[in-house]
T-cell receptor, first 118, second 111 residues
Framework: DTGVSQNPRHKITKRGQNVTFRCDPI?????LYWYRQTLGQGPEFLTY????????KSRLLSDRFSAERPKGSFSTLEIQRTEQGDSAMYLC????????????????FGEGSRLTVL | TQLLEQSPQFLSIQEGENLTVYCNSS?????LQWYRQEPGEGPVLLVT?????EVKKLKRLTFQFGDARKDSSLHITAAQPGDTGLYLC???????????FGAGTRLAVHP
């Protein structure tokens, strides 16, 4: 399977614990995105990488959140001192900056990592 | 405030009916996409439109991008239970590098 892979698929943790999610993008894609989705809402942008450089972070990404993409391949999203409000589906997506000469922004999503904070 | 407004939020119809969902904004988009998402899964890309007035067809699904590139619609003909899911529109604003998503239209098609 050459799609975007995320793990774990589900994580249940107690408030105050740290959690880490991993994303393996489509290998030829140079951009990697993290989004968060809560029930009844569309995905909300958190951050994105072009190769290994983190180029933009949303205001939603508090200082308890950190994302890395060492060597421009897989990425990790860590949440420290989790709060109940962090409960959500964390979606990773990858893309090419240009496709057919057009910057379309098309995203290819993984299946998501669902976080439940008790 | 949602940059992209989708309507209706919920739609429950019988198999065989036609439906249209809408995606509206006051912003101009350089491209707009429609995704379908099933419970517990990530969104799956259906189509990308980039030219104002563009119409694309995908079997029973017809997508239209507004002339001013501020709005889009998705029309499904003869809906089937397999069409059930959350339909999300997402736009790319020129000069930005991230997609902005609407809140989605949740469609349920009953046999």
């Amino acid at each position: 399977d050459t799609g975007v892979s995320q793990n774990p698929r589900h994580k249940i943790t107690k408030r105050g614990q740290n959690v880490t999610f991993r994303c393996d993008p489509i290998s030829e894609h140079n951009r990697l995105y993290w989004y968060r989705q809560t029930l009844g809402q569309g995905p909300e942008f958190l951050t994105y990488f072009q190769n290994e450089a983190q180029l933009e972070k949303s205001r939603l990404l508090s200082d308890r959140f950190s994302a890395e993409r060492p060597k421009g391949s897989f990425s990790t999203l860590e949440i420290q001192r989790t709060e109940q409000g962090d409960s959500a589906m964390y979606l990773c997506a990858s893309s090419l900056e240009w496709s057919g000469g057009v910057r379309t922004g098309e995203l290819f999503f993984g299946e998501g990592s669902r976080l439940t904070v008790l | 405030t949602q940059l992209l407004e989708q309507s209706p939020q919920f739609l429950s119809i019988q198999e065989g009916e036609n439906l249209t969902v809408y995606c509206n904004s006051s912003s101009v988009f350089s491209s707009l996409q429609w995704y379908r998402q099933e419970p517990g899964e990530g969104p799956v890309l259906l189509v990308t439109v980039v030219t104002g007035g563009e119409v694309k067809k995908l079997k029973r699904l017809t997508f239209q991008f507004g002339d001013a590139r501020k709005d889009s619609s998705l029309h499904i003909t003869a809906a089937q239970p397999g069409d059930t899911g959350l339909y999300l529109c997402a736009g790319l604003i020129g000069g930005y590098n991230k997609l902005i998503f609407g809140a989605g239209t949740r469609l349920a098609v009953h046999p």
